[in-house]
C-alpha cells in the first residue's frame, strides 16, 4: 500500500484544462484557415506560419529567459493568438511585417501585463491595430482571392472600402454595388477582398456553433453584436438607402463575423456575466456601425472591441450573476 | 417530459455507480468497537455506562448533552473497556467508549423480525419521542438531529416534506440499495415523519440514474394507499441527474420552485428535507423499537475488486470493513470517507464509522491527483457550475487581496462547499480551499457582529431600565 494521500475535497477532477480549450478553439478556426488559404494560396500559408510560429517563439522567450518561469506555451494560447492574428491580416502581408506584429500582440498586449489572464486588450486586435496604423501601405492592399494555385495577385477595395469611397465621391450604395458586381451569396462563401479570414462567412459560422455546442462559449456576447448590427443599419438604411448599406451586407463584409465569433468572445477580455456581456456586445456593434458609417476608416470592428475591452473591469463590477436565496 | 432539476449552476460528474447491483449484505461483528459519542452536530453525549459494565445490543450508552445532541446506543453486546479519547478516521480526538464484544444479545423489545408495520400510531409527540430515544440523526450527512429538525419553531409551517433520494454524488449506492430492496420500510418511515410534521405532502426525490428505485417505490406505494390515509399525498419525484441535487438547498429548488434566503432554514420556506436512511431508521426506532446502531455503507472505487454494499453495526473499525473485503487495494493512493466531492480523506484506518458514514471508497494516486495551478483565463465555468450563484473566481481573487468587506458583499458566507468550482476550473485554481477559508472569515465576521449587537442592545435596555427606575 501506498502512503495515503490526504487533501480537502473534491477528490476528482474534470478532465477539460485550459489546454482543452484553447485546442476547441483551434479547431472551430480550422474551416476558416482552410478556406483562407485555399482562396489566398501559398501567400497565406506563410502569414500563418509565421505569425503561428512567432507568437509561440516570441511567448516562450519572454517566460523562460525575461521571467524566468516555466514556458506557458503548452497551454495553446500562443498559438490561437497566432491564428487570428494572421486571419486578421491580408495575405499579401510581408513576413517581417507579420513578425512585427506577433512582437506586439505577445510581447505588449499580453505578456507586459502578466501574461494569460491578465491582459485588459485582445493581443491579436493590439497586434493587427499597431501594424494598420504602423504600415498602412501593405495592410491596405487587398488581394481578390485567385486560389491555390491561382493566378498572380489581382489587387482591389474591399466591398467596405469601395462603398467608403464611392460615398465620398458622391455615388449612392446600389450604384457602387452595381458597378463593383457585389452579390450576397458571393460574400457569404467567399471571394470578396479584405483580411484572409474575412473570406468565408460559413467557415466561420461553422466554427462559432462547434463552440456553443461544445460550451466554450455562449452565444450572447455574438448574437447581441450581431443583433444591434443589424438593428441599427436596418434603421439607417430605411431612412436613406443611398447613403447608408443595409443589414445584410454589414453583416457579411469586413471582420464583423470574425471578430463578433472569435475575438469579442475571448475570456480573458470579455464581461464574466451573461448581461455584461450583452451590453459588451450592444457597445462593439453600435460603435463597429458608427465607425462604418461616420469615421474615416471604411472598417471598425477591431477599434470597436478595443474601446469596449476597456469597460470590461467596469462591467464586471456592475454586473454579477443571480444568486440562489437572494433578491 | 421535462426532466426536473435545480435551477442554477452543477456539473456532471461520471456518476461511477459500479457497486449498484450489490445487495446490502450483513457484515460480520467486529471483535472490538469504539463507538463516539460525537456523532452528530451540537454537543456531544454524555457517556451513562463504566467502565466494566455488561451492555446489551441497542442499550443506551450516551445521554443528549444539550439540546442539540442525541442518545447513543451500543451496537454490540459485551463489556465496556474504556471511556476516553479516541482518534477518529481524520486522527482528531473525540470522546468514545471502547467495547470488547461477547455473542450478540439484543435487547428483548427489539423486534427483530421482517414483518412490515405499516399502520401509522395516531400519536405524533409519541412517535417523536421515539425518534429522539432511537439517537436518529440526518445521514445525508449532516447528521443533524432528526427530532429537532422535526420540532419546527412556533409559528413556522411546513408545506412538504421531502425524502432525499438523490444520492447524487459518484460511487455511493447504500440508499440506491435501500430504495430498491427496502422501499416499503422507507415508506413507511416518511408516512411517520409526515404524520409528526402534520403535513399533507410528501415526495420522494429520486435521481433518474435509479429507475429500479423509482419503480419500487411507485409499486410499494400503490400497494401502501389503502392501508393508511397517512400514505396518501406521497408521491415519487424522478429528478434530472446533476450534482450537487441532494444538497437540501438544490433540492428544495428543484422539487418546490423555492429558494432558502442566505442564512434561512429550508422550514423557512415550508420544507423539511429527510435522508432516504433516515426514513428508515425512523421506521426501525418508532414501529420495530430498533435505535440506529448500524447503517449501510458502499465500499467503492475503480481500483477495488470487491464492491460491495455492507449494513455495519455503528463503532466498527474501518480496517475491520476492509479487511473483510479482501483489504486495502495495492494502488489506492486515497481513501475517502463519503463521496468523491464532499467526503473527507482517512487519515486514520482505525478509526471506527459513524452513524453518518455513507461509503468508503479508494481512489487512485491518477484520479485523484490534482494539477500544477494555471492562470485564470475568466472562462467563468465555476461562475456556471456554483449551485448557489456565486462567483468563486472573484471570491478567489478578494480574499487573496483581504478584502472581508468585499467578500461579505459577493456571499462568500453562502458557499455550500460542494467543490463544483474546483471541479470544472480548467486552470486547477484551488478555489474550493481558498473560499472555505474565505467563508470561515465572514462568518465570523457575521457572529462578531451578532454578539456586539445583543449586548448593545442588553445595554441599551439596562440603560433605559436605570433610567426608569430614577424617574420612579
Redesign the interface.
Known amino acids: 500500500m501506498e502512503k495515503l494521500i490526504v487533501s480537502p475535497s473534491p477528490h476528482i477532477h474534470s478532465k477539460v484544462r485550459t489546454k482543452n480549450l484553447m485546442l476547441d478553439v483551434v479547431i472551430a478556426l480550422l474551416p476558416t484557415v482552410i478556406v483562407s488559404v485555399v482562396f489566398y494560396g501559398l501567400g497565406e500559408l506563410l502569414v500563418l506560419a509565421v505569425s503561428i510560429l512567432s507568437c509561440i517563439l516570441i511567448e516562450y522567450l519572454i517566460t523562460r529567459y525575461l521571467l524566468k518561469k516555466p514556458s506557458t506555451i503548452g497551454d495553446f494560447s500562443a498559438a490561437v493568438t497566432g491564428i487570428l492574428l494572421a486571419l486578421n491580416l491580408p495575405s499579401t502581408t510581408p513576413w517581417w511585417v507579420v513578425f512585427i506584429g506577433a512582437v506586439v500582440a505577445i510581447g505588449v498586449a499580453k505578456m507586459s501585463f502578466g501574461g494569460l489572464g491578465q491582459n485588459v486588450f485582445n493581443p491579436a486586435l493590439v497586434g493587427r491595430v499597431f501594424l494598420l496604423i504602423s504600415f498602412p501601405k501593405y495592410m491596405t492592399r487587398w488581394e481578390i482571392p485567385q486560389g491555390l494555385f491561382g493566378a498572380d495577385a489581382v489587387s482591389g477595395a474591399t466591398p467596405l472600402g469601395a462603398i467608403k469611397e464611392g460615398l465620398m465621391q458622391g455615388g449612392s450604395v446600389s450604384d457602387i454595388m452595381a458597378q463593383h458586381g457585389y452579390s450576397y451569396s458571393q460574400m457569404l462563401f467567399a471571394n470578396i477582398g479584405g483580411s484572409a479570414g474575412e473570406a468565408c462567412a460559413i467557415a466561420i459560422l461553422a466554427g462559432f456553433i462547434y463552440l456553443v455546442v461544445r460550451k466554450v462559449i455562449k452565444p450572447w456576447i455574438t448574437l447581441s453584436i450581431l443583433g444591434t448590427v443589424a438593428g441599427f443599419s436596418l434603421i439607417f438604411w430605411l431612412a436613406n438607402p443611398a447613403q447608408f448599406t443595409d443589414p445584410v451586407f454589414n453583416l457579411l463584409t469586413g471582420g464583423l463575423l470574425l471578430g463578433s465569433c472569435f475575438m469579442a468572445t475571448d475570456y480573458v477580455t470579455s464581461p464574466m456575466s451573461t448581461k455584461g456581456g450583452v451590453i459588451y456586445g450592444i457597445g462593439i456593434g453600435f460603435l463597429t456601425l458608427m465607425i462604418r458609417y461616420f469615421g474615416s476608416y471604411p472598417e471598425g470592428m477591431s477599434f470597436a472591441i478595443l474601446i469596449m475591452n476597456c469597460t470590461v473591469p467596469l462591467l464586471n463590477n456592475w454586473f454579477h450573476q443571480k444568486k440562489y436565496g437572494r433578491a | 417530459m421535462a426532466r426536473r432539476t435545480f435551477s442554477?449552476g452543477g456539473?456532471h460528474?461520471s456518476d461511477s455507480k459500479i457497486s449498484r447491483e450489490c445487495k446490502i449484505e450483513k457484515l460480520a461483528v467486529p471483535p472490538v468497537v469504539y463507538i463516539s459519542l460525537s456523532q452528530h452536530i451540537g454537543a456531544p453525549a454524555k457517556p451513562v455506562v463504566a467502565v466494566g459494565d455488561k451492555v446489551k445490543v441497542g442499550q443506551v450508552i450516551g445521554e443528549p448533552g444539550g439540546f442539540m445532541s442525541a442518545y447513543i446506543h451500543s451496537s454490540v453486546s459485551g463489556t465496556v473497556k474504556s471511556i476516553k479519547d479516541t482518534l477518529d478516521q481524520g486522527g482528531k480526538a473525540q470522546p468514545t467508549v471502547e467495547i470488547a464484544v461477547e455473542g450478540d444479545e439484543w435487547l428483548e423489545s427489539i423486534d427483530r423480525s421482517d414483518a412490515l408495520v405499516a399502520d401509522i400510531p395516531a400519536d405524533g409527540k409519541a412517535i417523536l419521542e421515539k425518534i429522539k430515544l432511537g439517537g436518529i440523526v440526518g445521514l445525508g450527512g449532516a447528521t443533524f438531529p432528526t427530532h429537532v429538525k422535526l420540532s419546527p419553531p412556533p409559528g413556522k409551517t411546513c408545506d412538504m416534506l421531502i425524502i432525499n433520494g438523490c444520492e447524487c454524488e459518484?460511487y455511493i449506492t447504500a440508499d440506491d440499495r435501500t430504495l430498491r430492496e427496502r422501499g416499503a420500510e422507507v415508506v413507511v418511515g416518511a408516512a411517520l415523519i409526515k404524520h409528526v410534521l402534520g403535513v399533507a405532502k410528501a415526495t420522494i426525490a429520486i435521481e433518474d440514474n435509479k429507475p429500479e428505485a423509482i419503480q419500487n417505490i411507485q409499486k410499494v406505494l400503490s400497494e401502501l394507499r389503502g392501508k393508511d390515509p397517512e400514505y396518501a399525498g406521497i408521491e415519487v419525484l424522478p429528478l434530472m441527474k446533476k450534482y450537487p441535487e441532494g444538497g437540501e438547498?438544490q433540492l428544495i429548488?428543484a422539487v418546490m420552485h423555492r429558494?432558502?434566503?442566505?442564512g434561512?432554514l429550508p422550514i423557512d420556506v415550508g420544507a423539511v428535507v429527510q435522508n432516504v436512511a433516515t426514513a428508515l431508521a425512523v421506521y426501525e426506532a418508532v414501529q420495530k423499537n430498533k435505535p440506529l446502531f448500524e447503517n449501510s455503507i458502499t465500499v467503492s472505487g475503480e481500483c477495488f475488486p470487491h464492491q460491495a454494499n455492507v449494513l455495519v453495526r455503528v463503532g466498527t473499525p474501518l480496517r475491520f470493513i476492509i479487511d473483510q473485503l479482501g483489504g486495502?487495494?495495492?494502488?489506492?493512493?486515497?481513501?475517502?470517507s463519503g463521496g468523491?466531492?464532499?467526503?473527507?480523506?482517512?487519515?486514520n484506518l482505525d478509526g471506527p464509522t459513524l452513524k453518518g458514514t455513507g461509503s468508503i471508497l479508494f481512489?487512485t494516486?491518477e484520479?485523484?491527483?490534482?494539477?500544477p495551478e494555471?492562470?485564470?483565463?475568466?472562462?467563468?465555468k465555476c461562475?456556471d457550475a456554483c449551485?448557489?450563484?456565486?462567483?468563486p473566481?472573484?471570491l478567489y481573487r478578494l480574499y487573496k487581496a483581504g478584502d472581508a468587506a468585499a467578500l461579505e458583499r459577493?456571499?462568500a458566507q453562502?458557499c455550500i462547499?460542494c467543490?463544483c468550482c474546483?471541479?470544472?476550473c480548467?486552470?486547477?485554481l484551488p478555489l474550493?480551499?481558498i473560499i472555505?477559508l474565505a467563508r470561515g472569515q465572514v462568518m465570523g465576521i457575521l457572529k462578531a457582529r451578532a454578539v456586539a449587537a445583543k449586548a448593545a442592545a442588553e445595554a441599551a435596555k439596562a440603560k433605559a431600565e436605570a433610567e426608569k427606575a430614577k424617574t420612579e
Do not use: W
Open positions: 442554477m456539473i460528474p459518484p438547498k429548488d429558494q432558502v434566503k442566505s434561512g486495502v487495494p495495492e494502488n489506492a493512493a486515497k481513501i475517502i468523491p466531492m464532499m467526503g473527507k480523506a482517512i487519515s481512489l494516486r484520479q485523484t491527483k490534482r494539477e494555471g492562470h485564470c483565463i475568466r472562462c467563468g461562475a449551485p448557489m450563484g456565486l462567483e473566481f472573484l459577493n456571499a453562502d462547499q467543490g474546483l471541479y470544472t480548467p486552470a486547477n474550493l480551499d472555505s
